[in-house]
T-cell receptor
Framework: AQKITQTQPGMFVQEKEAVTLDCTYD???????LFWYKQPSSGEMIFLIY??????QNATEGRYSLNFQKARKSANLVISASQLGDSAMYFC???????????FGEGTQLTVNP | DAGITQSPRHKVTETGTPVTLRCHQT?????MYWYRQDPGHGLRLIHY???????DKGEVSDGYSVSRSKTEDFLLTLESATSSQTSVYFC????????????FGPGTRLTVT
């Protein structure tokens, strides 16, 4: 079974600063991708960003970027210019080999301080 | 926002009773999923469906069954609820062929007493 590891149960950042949330994975797949989802305190799961392993440039969506390092098997989420509304739980997820299923990490609780 | 609804949104039931949760989508997506979310475990896949009447087990399928008789509906049944099934249940959908991302419903909070 795939294993997705998020080693930071909780992270704190000051408003307007950048923060990096870590995600490492265990895979023998040659081609794969990584997702990041956000879950605010209201409970919904929000898709943030995706990158495939063969994409040459790191994916960017607004203030979110994905720092993909295949040799280290890591796909860290970088949030620039943090806002109070970024306070939430963040999950990393990896598709199965067939792409039909996702395995999630345990999540990182981010708190943005004013 | 993806058109996904879950019902009920909250339910309290007693141990040993059957419970059915419903997921309804308006996106005509082929793939549908049921997850449970518990503290310290992230989201874990219970069952998923890749078409009408086509389903498969996830990593925590024991004690759960599913059915999909129409593209838009995916039902999760707890045949005899136990306290260990107290959790938040999320439904998700994916077009799969046009992208692997999954879109989630609002969740159902189930408490088994």
């Amino acid at each position: 079974a795939q294993k997705i590891t998020q080693t930071q149960p909780g992270m704190f950042v000051q408003e307007k600063e950048a923060v990096t949330l870590d995600c490492t994975y265990d895979t023998s797949d040659q081609s794969y991708g990584l997702f990041w989802y956000k879950q605010p305190s209201s409970g919904e799961m929000i898709f943030l960003i995706y990158q495939g392993s063969y994409d040459e440039q790191n994916a960017t969506e607004g203030r979110y970027s994905l720092n993909f390092q295949k040799a280290r098997k890591s796909a860290n989420l970088v949030i620039s210019a943090s806002q109070l509304g970024d306070s939430a739980m963040y999950f990393c997820a990896k598709p199965s080999t067939s792409g039909s299923r996702l395995t999630f990490g345990e999540g990182t609780q981010l708190t943005v301080n004013p | 926002d993806a058109g996904i609804t879950q019902s009920p949104r909250h339910k309290v039931t007693e141990t040993g009773t059957p419970v059915t949760l419903r997921c309804h989508q308006t996106e005509n997506h082929r793939y549908m999923y049921w997850y449970r979310q518990d503290p310290g475990h992230g989201l874990r896949l219970i069952h998923y469906s890749y078409g009408v009447k086509d389903t498969d087990k996830g990593e925590v399928s024991d004690g759960y069954s599913v059915s999909r008789s129409k593209t838009e509906d995916f039902l999760l049944t707890l045949e005899s609820a136990t306290s260990s099934q107290t959790s938040v249940y999320f439904c998700a959908i994916s077009a799969y062929t046009s992208g692997l991302e999954q879109y989630f419903g609002p969740g159902t909070r189930l408490t088994v007493t």
